[in-house]
């Protein structure tokens, strides 16, 4: 048996010899080589690079968290401008990448209004497997997001909870310390008092009205500080709990991705459903016209044999 011989390197001459003759030089043809051995990067969609844009902006805002982590927990480091200035820079960043998401689900929209055909239908089925591979993308995106997000919200919850914290003992200490000259107040009437009984000198009539108002005054005041104090805190939680309803209302809206994927596989379903019935009636049709067909042949086969007979 013969061996089989190596033409590849005379099929490269001859390829050599063809690009010379139509006029291509050897740098023409260096380059050549060098795209089949190294092969161009492709050009990105326009999706995939908003993609690419979403994702590093969600990593550059996981890593400035991850920078002013501790001044923005730690009360001695910053004051509290500073560390509002920082939540107002992070919710900026979440809204801007909620942003990003949302034009990119706006992009999936167009795309899938633009695949259907007349009646709704879709015709290009290559083009449905790009778009389900969108919906994966920004369902990544909508969960890296959301990661982050929470993670913001126990730093938020610690800071909320020192706040609290600190404005309760706050409060305790100014009504003892309100209790204390009330008290003394007291004691001093009664050491005054006890030498008025033995020396009754009536104290005056303005004297008397001015430490009621006085006392009156003192009461409103720390009935005004409590209200105050109580205000505070109730915006403090008020505050956490609207920014978890707004991580619960992303949470349902991932949910209602995954349900609008699923009704979008159950038309599909549907649509191929709709397509055997089609068939299925077809089938009948041509069964029973077969049928039909059969018992008129034999029923002039048997006219015929009786005939004959």
């Known amino acids: 048996m013969s061996k089989v011989r190596d033409r590849i390197e005379d099929f490269k001459d001859a390829v050599r010899h063809s690009a010379l003759s139509l006029g291509y030089n050897e740098s023409k043809l260096a380059a050549i080589m060098a795209k089949f051995i190294i092969h161009a990067p492709r050009q990105r969609s326009p999706f995939t690079r908003a993609a690419l844009k979403t994702m590093e902006s969600i990593g550059a805002l996981e890593q400035?968290?991850?920078?002013?982590?501790?001044?923005?927990?730690?009360?001695?480091?910053?004051?509290?401008?500073?560390?509002?200035?920082?939540?107002?820079?992070?919710?900026?960043?979440?809204?801007?990448?909620?942003?990003?998401?949302d034009v990119l689900k706006n992009s999936i929209n167009d795309d899938e209004a633009n695949s259907k055909g007349w009646l709704g239908i879709r015709t290009d089925y290559s083009n449905a497997d790009t778009i389900a591979h969108k919906h994966g993308v920004v369902l990544i995106l909508s969960e890296r997001l959301h990661s982050v997000t929470s993670q913001f919200d126990k730093l938020r919850a610690i800071?909320?909870?020192?706040?609290?914290?600190?404005?309760?003992?706050?409060?305790?200490?100014?009504?003892?310390?309100?209790s204390e000259p009330a008290d003394a107040s007291n004691s001093n009437n009664l050491e005054l008092r006890e030498p008025n009984e033995?020396?009754?000198?009536?104290?005056?009539?303005?004297?008397?009205?001015?430490?009621?108002?006085?006392?009156?005054?003192?009461?409103?005041?720390?009935?005004?500080?409590?209200?105050?104090?109580?205000?505070?805190?109730?915006?403090?939680?008020?505050?956490?709990?609207?920014?978890?309803m707004s991580t619960h209302v992303l949470q349902q809206a991932q949910q209602i991705e995954q349900l609008y994927d699923q009704a979008v596989e159950a038309t599909k379903?549907?649509?191929?459903?709709?397509?055997?019935?089609?068939?299925?009636?077809?089938r009948n049709s041509s069964s029973r016209t077969f049928l039909l067909l059969f018992i008129v042949l034999l029923t002039f086969s048997v006219l015929f044999l009786d005939w004959y007979n």
């Open 64 to 101: 400035f968290m991850l920078k002013h982590r501790k001044d923005y927990v730690d009360l001695h480091r910053t004051t509290e401008q500073e560390r509002d200035s920082i939540e107002q820079e992070v919710s900026a960043f979440i809204k801007a990448c909620q942003e990003q998401i």
């Open 269 to 282: 379903n549907v649509e191929l459903g709709n397509k055997e019935i089609s068939k299925a009636i077809q």
């Open 198 to 244: 033995l020396q009754p000198e009536p104290l005056t009539v303005q004297q008397q009205l001015l430490d009621d108002e006085t006392r009156a005054l003192q009461v409103e005041l720390t009935n005004l500080l409590d209200a105050v104090q109580q205000t505070e805190t109730k915006m403090v939680e008020m505050s956490a709990l609207n920014h978890l």
């Open 159 to 178: 800071r909320f909870q020192d706040t609290i914290n600190r404005a309760t003992p706050r409060r305790k200490l100014k009504r003892i310390v309100n």
